[in-house]
């Protein structure tokens, strides 16, 4: 269904447990998916009237702090573990898978600092988060689409470039990684080309380790990362 008719979408907004249980009433769930409430303890479900309003963050998270958004947060481990190192920021998982979201969901359930989307990264990126609002984004282990006539389904574009850009705060940083060279390859290729951004040295040292991750280290996989740091435009 096109996003863009569709006059009501349900969005998946994690919050801590005390909240839920203090709600003075249980938002509806999408009749088209089949979901009960308990699946996403600790969750609210809430509903736009657009899908292409920005999103309230202040609302979302009850307060204004520096914001990360992991983009195809999958199950969330990797999202809440770095959630809880760094309490005094918020945090966005996007996922638009439904199994995803619900695991991501209950991880998130106590983590009083992370939110959960269940949409496409790519369209929430360019029409749902305001501009100059991420201090930075994680793009980590995005499928590949290593046949050449999948290529037009990867994330990573000029126009998504162009969209991330956009969401970040000055100085921001869009850090990715993958285990497919050819894909690196052609990312940097796309970043050398986008004047908004500089590469640096990634600093993944210490972040979380995602599922993907730990099993391409054990398969002994190298993996590539690129850390892409927005610039002030020349005047």
Wanted: charged share 30%.
């Amino acid at each position: 269904m096109d996003l863009l008719r569709r006059p009501l979408l349900s969005f998946l907004l994690s919050v801590p447990v005390r909240e839920v249980e203090s709600a003075h009433r249980q938002e509806s769930l999408p009749r088209d998916e089949s979901v009960r409430s308990a699946d996403f303890r600790g969750s609210l479900l809430i509903e736009l009237d657009s899908v292409t309003d920005r999103l309230d963050l202040e609302k979302i998270f009850g307060r204004n702090a520096p914001l990360h958004v992991d983009l195809g947060c999958g199950d969330g481990s990797f999202l809440c573990a770095l959630a809880e190192r760094m309490p005094e920021k918020n945090f966005l998982g996007i996922e638009r898978l439904l199994g995803r979201i619900r695991s991501a969901a209950r991880k998130a359930a106590t983590v009083g600092n992370v939110r959960l989307l269940r949409m496409e990264s790519s369209y929430a990126v360019r029409y749902l988060l305001p501009a100059g609002s991420v201090e930075t984004f994680y793009l980590l282990f995005p499928d590949p689409w290593p046949k050449r006539r999948h290529w037009r389904r990867r994330i990573v574009t000029g126009e998504f470039l162009r969209a991330i850009s956009q969401a970040l705060a000055e100085n921001g940083r869009f850090l990715i990684a993958t285990d497919h060279f050819d894909y690196f390859e052609k990312i940097e290729e796309i970043a050398r080309a986008n004047p908004d951004f500089t590469m640096a040295s990634p600093r993944a040292g210490d972040l979380p380790l995602t599922k993907f991750q730990q099993q391409f280290r054990a398969q002994g996989a190298v993996i590539h990362w690129l850390e892409l740091r927005k610039v002030s435009p020349v005047r």
